[in-house]
């Protein structure tokens, strides 16, 4: 069985999908943070924008998002440290036109509101 692009032992069918889908809606801000990554390597522009908080929308776009989705290759996550409403993280990737391997280190905030997790912003860590 592989595992998830978010890390978990889990397969992508199991973990990430169901909530990148809108199946299930992630209980936790870690769990949002782990589908959003997986968004990324499957490209999934609509879930990555609409997990993002509605306050802090105008601030990219759809386009943008896609923009640097093809731009990279997402090679793994590692969780730092996740606690309520904060998650510190890596996030390993290369530029589609090279081999070099670069970190994403990010200090990200989410907001709960009606059970919907929602990405605010985020710092380097």
């Not at 499957?42 to 093809?70: E, G, H, Q």
């Not at 890596?90 to 997790?117: G, T």
Request: glycine share 2%; proline share 2%.
């Amino acid at each position: 069985m592989d595992t998830c692009f978010c890390g978990n032992i889990e397969s992508f069918e199991n973990c990430c999908k169901p909530f990148i889908l809108m199946d299930k809606l992630p209980e936790t801000a870690e769990q949002l943070m782990r589908s959003r990554y997986s968004a990324y390597c499957v490209k999934n522009i609509n879930y990555l924008y609409d997990t993002t908080d509605p306050f802090k929308r105008f601030l990219t776009s759809k386009s943008a998002i896609k923009k640097w989705a093809n731009q990279t290759e997402w090679q793994r996550l590692e969780i730092v440290r996740s606690e309520n409403d904060l998650v510190e993280f890596k996030a390993f990737y290369k530029e589609v036109d090279s081999e070099k391997i670069h970190v994403h280190h990010e200090i990200s905030r989410f907001r709960l509101e009606n059970k919907q997790w929602y990405y605010v912003d985020g710092s380097e860590g």
